[in-house]
């Protein structure tokens, strides 16, 4: 998956990801994402885009803005995992995005969109904040 990349500068070790992989989520990451799983309005959605993306011409960021355009009519939803990678999806239109602000991110493939997708189901049928 990634492997661990010592930053001298603070010293905490940080993971670098080449591919971001639901599956192999350790129990404290999923659990991490299943409590900050929320509906995101556009504009909140928009305020992680500028956060992530501060540079004008970020290809990521045209991307990123791309996506909330393309889907504005959509449900967002956004989930934070316990090591910050962040992960956006749009339910209607089935399509995701994560990103780590540290240069890690993609679009979110079929089995990672199934795990978003049961999250939010739970969420529902369990009475939480989206329901």
């Known amino acids: ?66 996506f909330i355009k393309d889907n504005k009519s959509g449900t967002f939803h956004h989930a934070v995992t316990s090591d910050g990678v962040q992960i956006v999806y749009c339910r209607e239109k089935d399509k995701g995005l994560w990103f780590l602000e540290r240069g890690g991110k993609g679009p979110l493939g079929e089995l990672r969109r199934t795990v978003i997708k049961e999250m939010i189901e739970e969420g529902q049928q369990g009475g939480g904040a989206d329901a």
Do not use: Y
């Open 1 to 66: 998956m990634g492997h661990r990349q010592r930053d001298c500068s603070n010293g905490r070790t940080e993971m670098a990801f080449e591919k971001f992989d639901l599956e192999t989520l350790n129990a404290e990451r999923r659990v991490a994402m299943a409590k900050s799983l929320r509906t995101i309005t556009v504009d909140e959605l928009k305020q992680v885009g500028e956060k992530l993306f501060p540079m004008a011409g970020d290809a990521w960021g045209t991307l990123f803005f791309e």
